[in-house]
């Protein structure tokens, strides 16, 4: 009992006629090529069906998976109500997945379903698959994705994997999911050149079945190209850790702005050089090994801080042999902590609270391990994985518009009465100084359109 196949699938609603209406002969191709998974997944004649879908419910630091016996859907949204659906879920094999990952200490499960309709990531890959198989005899598991970094996606589908062969079961895997949505002009995002990059690269890597250079894809760069299915693609890759992958390319479309790739995958022999998420850290670990020997004091004494407080719970006192400007200036700092990749963690100060900078540092770095309020404490088990950035702060001055900034050399401070919201320069992902201000004006909790007065300030970043 195993993963029999999986499918790399798009979900774009015009696909189905009632909902196209016509228009959907303009992807003809996606259409045949999805007939062709249909007929497979018949002939695979699966005990149940993994669906993975980023229009599931979704959250910032948890996976969830669909609770309950089953769960019904319709494209009434898409003004095509008649068209309806109704799912059995496969509930041993979702308790024995959840099971895996809470043993696994891995954030995911069936807490917080805010609706329990099937979403449409989820009905357009049945509106072809229940063409060629009975949904009533066929079970389903559906999962959605979250903000968790590539690395959980991955290691969620090895416990998929697991699961399924507790469980006994003959599965086929559906990662469902469009390419990007900035690929035209006319698209439902207008056009950067990241889009047309991220479907070449991503078409080419599960064209080979190259599945570990899935976790190879930035944050950023993904956001700017405004992907949609890629974590669906990583857990899905997860689950065929360790073998050999017969990979198809079926099709490719990007006519409507947005990219519909479809593949199918077929599990082959025992590979240990296919462990790809060990290799991915094995790197990343020799990399941060590397980086530590050539880290600064700003960023050893800020790593020493938040590795003693997370092991410990103990504050580490200053240390004597630090550059003097350490000891005797006082500013504000911030540290930022990322981890493969992705930010684990962000806290720091405006202006100096502590008697010296390395007071500052040192405190900081325990905020941003432990009281991030937008990420659970980072454990023992993560901290050869984390990479450190210390930003130090120069004094901020008034400016009276937006001219006056670069979202490379300066940060921005937005205020509001008592609110106040701040944004370090040269970000990932932020590339305008419009978006720089907006973000900091959400961090403040300042409604658009208010008010409102602006400080800019330069850093000196220690990595």
Request: hydrophobic fraction near 35%; aromatic fraction near 6%; glycine fraction near 10%.
């Given at each position: 009992?195993?993963?029999?196949?999986?499918?790399?699938v798009?979900?774009?609603?015009?696909i189905?006629?009632e909902?196209?209406?016509?228009?959907?002969?303009q992807i003809?191709?996606?259409?045949?090529?999805?007939e062709?998974?249909?007929r497979?997944i018949?002939?695979?004649?699966p005990?149940?069906m993994i669906?993975i879908?980023?229009?599931s419910?979704?959250?910032?630091?948890?996976?969830?998976?669909?609770?309950?016996?089953?769960?019904?859907g319709s494209f009434?949204?898409?003004?095509?109500?008649?068209v309806?659906?109704?799912v059995n879920?496969?509930?041993?094999?979702v308790?024995?997945i959840?099971?895996?990952?809470?043993?696994e200490?891995?954030?995911?499960?069936?807490l917080?379903?805010?609706d329990?309709r099937?979403d449409?990531?989820?009905?357009?890959?049945?509106?072809f698959i229940?063409?060629?198989?009975d949904?009533?005899?066929?079970?389903?598991v559906?999962?959605?994705l979250?903000g968790?970094?590539?690395t959980?996606?991955y290691?969620l589908?090895?416990?998929i994997r697991?699961?399924?062969?507790?469980c006994?079961?003959?599965i086929?895997v559906?990662?469902?999911?469009?390419?990007s949505?900035?690929l035209q002009?006319?698209?439902p995002?207008?056009?950067a050149e990241e889009?047309?990059?991220?479907?070449?690269?991503?078409m080419?890597?599960c064209?080979?079945?190259a599945?570990?250079?899935?976790?190879?894809f930035?944050?950023?760069f993904?956001?700017?190209a405004?992907?949609?299915?890629h974590r669906?693609?990583?857990v899905?890759?997860g689950?065929?850790?360790?073998?050999?992958v017969?990979?198809t390319?079926?099709?490719?479309?990007?006519v409507t702005?947005?990219?519909?790739?479809?593949?199918?995958?077929?599990?082959?022999?025992?590979?240990e050089?296919?462990?790809?998420?060990?290799?991915?850290?094995?790197?990343?670990?020799?990399a941060?090994?590397?980086?530590?020997q050539?880290e600064d004091?700003?960023?050893?004494?800020?790593r020493s801080?938040?590795?003693?407080?997370?092991?410990r719970?103990?504050?580490?006192?200053?240390?004597?042999?630090?550059?003097?400007?350490?000891?005797?200036t006082r500013?504000?700092?911030?540290?930022?902590?990322h981890?493969?990749?992705?930010l684990?963690?962000?806290i720091?100060?405006i202006?100096?609270?502590?008697?010296?900078?390395?007071?500052?540092?040192i405190e900081?770095?325990?905020?941003?391990?432990?009281?991030?309020?937008?990420?659970?404490?980072?454990?023992?088990?993560?901290?050869?994985?984390?990479?450190?950035?210390?930003?130090?702060l120069?004094?901020p001055?008034d400016i009276s518009?937006?001219d006056e900034?670069?979202?490379?050399?300066y940060?921005?401070?937005?205020?509001?009465?008592?609110?106040?919201g701040l944004?370090?320069?040269?970000?990932?992902?932020v590339d305008?100084?419009?978006?720089?201000i907006?973000?900091?004006?959400?961090?403040?909790?300042?409604?658009?359109?208010?008010?409102i007065k602006?400080?800019?300030?330069?850093?000196?970043?220690h990595?």
């Amino acid at each position: 009992m195993s993963v029999k196949a999986a499918f790399m699938v798009p979900h774009p609603p015009m696909i189905v006629p009632e909902i196209g209406r016509g228009g959907e002969a303009q992807i003809a191709e996606t259409t045949e090529a999805y007939e062709q998974v249909a007929r497979e997944i018949g002939r695979l004649d699966p005990e149940t069906m993994i669906i993975i879908s980023p229009h599931s419910v979704m959250y910032t630091d948890y996976i969830h998976i669909s609770p309950g016996k089953g769960a019904d859907g319709s494209f009434s949204q898409f003004g095509a109500g008649k068209v309806k659906f109704h799912v059995n879920y496969d509930t041993e094999l979702v308790r024995e997945i959840c099971d895996l990952a809470e043993a696994e200490d891995l954030s995911a499960g069936t807490l917080g379903e805010r609706d329990k309709r099937l979403d449409h990531g989820t009905m357009v890959p049945l509106w072809f698959i229940s063409r060629t198989i009975d949904l009533n005899k066929c079970k389903v598991v559906r999962i959605g994705l979250s903000g968790l970094p590539l690395t959980d996606h991955y290691r969620l589908g090895m416990i998929i994997r697991e699961a399924v062969e507790r469980c006994g079961r003959d599965i086929v895997v559906v990662a469902s999911g469009d390419l990007s949505h900035k690929l035209q002009e006319y698209g439902p995002y207008g056009f950067a050149e990241e889009g047309p990059a991220y479907d070449e690269r991503v078409m080419d890597v599960c064209g080979r079945g190259a599945f570990g250079e899935l976790l190879d894809f930035s944050e950023s760069f993904c956001e700017q190209a405004a992907e949609c299915g890629h974590r669906a693609f990583v857990v899905m890759a997860g689950a065929f850790d360790g073998q050999d992958v017969e990979s198809t390319v079926l099709s490719h479309q990007d006519v409507t702005g947005v990219g519909y790739g479809i593949c199918t995958f077929y599990p082959g022999k025992v590979n240990e050089n296919r462990h790809f998420l060990d290799e991915y850290l094995r790197k990343k670990e020799e990399a941060a090994e590397l980086k530590r020997q050539l880290e600064d004091p700003y960023v050893r004494l800020a790593r020493s801080s938040l590795e003693k407080y997370v092991l410990r719970k103990e504050h580490i006192p200053v240390p004597d042999d630090l550059p003097k400007e350490m000891l005797e200036t006082r500013a504000g700092a911030f540290v930022s902590i990322h981890k493969d990749g992705a930010l684990r963690g962000c806290i720091g100060t405006i202006g100096p609270t502590a008697d010296c900078l390395a007071e500052e540092i040192i405190e900081n770095a325990i905020s941003a391990s432990t009281r991030d309020p937008r990420f659970p404490p980072i454990s023992p088990e993560e901290l050869d994985r984390l990479e450190i950035n210390v930003d130090v702060l120069g004094e901020p001055e008034d400016i009276s518009s937006a001219d006056e900034l670069d979202v490379k050399r300066y940060g921005v401070i937005v205020r509001s009465g008592s609110r106040r919201g701040l944004l370090l320069p040269d970000l990932d992902g932020v590339d305008t100084v419009e978006k720089q201000i907006d973000i900091a004006r959400q961090k403040a909790g300042i409604p658009p359109g208010g008010k409102i007065k602006l400080q800019r300030f330069e850093v000196i970043r220690h990595t």
